[in-house]
């Protein structure tokens, strides 16, 4: 397991206080393995392992758990028998209706660290960050970077010339589960095509109600096709007007939202406009692993679809 030390480091100040943790990110970029990092931490440190409860919400086993209520009085009645200082672990927190007021009684009514995972950007938008204003902070998790591969893919291939990794990293891209594949090229295409589908059926189209698959499918087509190019609505829409097909630009803008939401999307503005031209929405879009120094995003970004075995 990669240790992760460049986001341990942002986490570490935070463990053992009262503010709430928040780990984001899309699907399968190891926000899970960053919670076990954090207990490998505690632990570390003396805390015993019968003070943690965790919870991961899209095991069926916790079906039973996902209102705000429900989950409420199971974790009151769990941290009755337990002494001192409670850790709370909760993964893919979204999936529990008005999972925000549940997690602020906690931090009111309990001695307890809570650490929670999302898998979209909008976990700590609107409401939700009105509950939890000012109590937490956020910390967007990412799929491997390329050291991060190299450490990682050395175990698999140890005598591999740097550049011939990179040469991998560029074709599978950085999600950890690819190392349980050996990254291996057509299980690993596979596994990306699933895990690509399960975002855009479950992060997208199902959290946003999105009626029209067919335009949002050309939609992403295109973007993923012109991946770092200067991206406006209004020409898909002059596209589509050609096409026999009325599309109104905040549509197009939308369903771009909602796949940045979904960390499908990486978006990059532009930092030469001035006056009105702030409000133009002419900027770039990234997919897949980038690094997070935005200096750096047009020199590191992959885009496996477009690469061919």
């Known amino acids: 397991m990669i240790k992760r030390e460049r986001y341990m480091s942002r986490i570490r100040p935070f463990i053992g206080g009262d503010l709430v943790k928040v780990m984001t990110g899309i699907r399968r970029s190891g926000k899970s393995v960053m919670l076990e990092l954090v207990k490998e931490e505690l632990q570390q440190n003396g805390v015993d392992p019968s003070q943690f409860i965790s919870i991961n919400f899209e095991d069926m086993r916790y079906s039973n758990l996902l209102t705000a209520a429900a989950l409420h009085d199971e974790i009151i009645r769990r941290t009755e028998g337990i002494p001192g200082k409670v850790y709370l672990f909760f993964d893919e927190i979204q999936e529990v209706d008005e999972w925000e007021k549940c997690i602020n009684s906690f931090r009111v009514a309990l001695d307890c660290d809570i650490y929670i995972t999302g898998s979209n950007a909008k976990l700590l938008s609107g409401e939700h960050a009105t509950y939890l204003g000012g109590r937490y902070v956020e910390f967007v998790i990412y799929p491997f970077s390329f050291p991060e591969f190299l450490e990682l893919y050395r175990t698999i291939e140890p005598d591999t010339a740097t550049q011939q990794c990179f040469q991998k990293y560029l074709l599978a891209g950085g999600m950890p589960y690819l190392a349980n594949l050996r990254y ?65 630009a905040e549509t197009v ?45 047009c020199r590191w970004h992959i885009c496996w679809q477009r690469r061919k075995p």
């Open 184 to 248: 291996a090229q057509d299980p690993s295409r596979q596994y990306l095509t699933d895990l690509f589908n399960s975002v855009q059926l479950k992060d997208i189209v199902k959290r946003n109600k999105v009626r029209d698959v067919d335009l949002l499918e050309r939609i992403l087509s295109y973007v993923i096709a012109n991946v770092g190019t200067t991206f406006s609505a209004s020409s898909l829409v002059k596209f589509f007007k050609n096409e026999k097909r009325t599309v109104a």
């Open 253 to 297: 803008i939308n369903y771009i939202k909602y796949c940045c939401d979904a960390y499908l999307f990486y978006q990059v503005k532009r930092e030469d406009l001035q006056g009105k031209q702030i409000l133009a929405s002419n900027e770039k879009y990234y997919i897949g692993v980038i690094r997070e120094d935005r200096s750096s995003m």
